[in-house]
């Protein structure tokens, strides 16, 4: 009797134990919605509500045809990149995004930056913070047009993980690192 009372505890204590350790954790459960480092797809919709929310975060705008995005593995060399530097990113493509929508944010980032790059009409990483789009390429100065880029890699058959296709995306990322340290944003997703 005494063996079995004491096999019976140890028994409701292992299991105890396993119940403590394992199963779901609610906090994780929690943190569901949260992004993963590296891509992470949004909608045009969203992309407005996080900004309208003055949320901070980076994402990639392009305009490409989902095969030219397939074929040029674009997605795949970015997430790569973005992993290395432990960088949370979103991404959208504007290809078949609503044209009016497009054309206000469009009007939108033109009007508070005065700039003729544009992360909407040539594709960029751009960041979002005080409920506005900035692009890290117009601070410092310079021009890329990675929607033209997508074009020319599709049409040649490459992909981004050619050397010198991943020496811009390493560039652009830099860009986007140093554009947020140099105006102190913290970002939030």
Known sequence: MRIRRLLTLILLSVLLVFSACGGTDSAAEDNSDKPKVGLN???LDNMIAKKDNNEAFYVLIYDAKKEYVKSTKLLE?????????????FHLNIRDANEQTVSRLDEEYESHSGSSHNPFMYGEI????????????????????LNRLIGEVGSESD??????????????????????KDEEIELTY
């Open 77 to 89: 060399a970015y997430d790569e990149a973005f992993k290395k530097e432990d960088i949370t990113v």
């Open 126 to 145: 751009a960041v979002v913070h005080d409920g506005k789009l900035s692009s890290p390429f117009d601070y410092y100065g310079e021009s890329w047009n």
């Open 159 to 180: 992909t981004f993980f050619n050397d010198n296709r991943n020496k811009t995306i390493k560039k652009s990322i830099q860009y986007s690192l140093d554009y947020t």
């Open 41 to 43: 797809e949004i909608t």
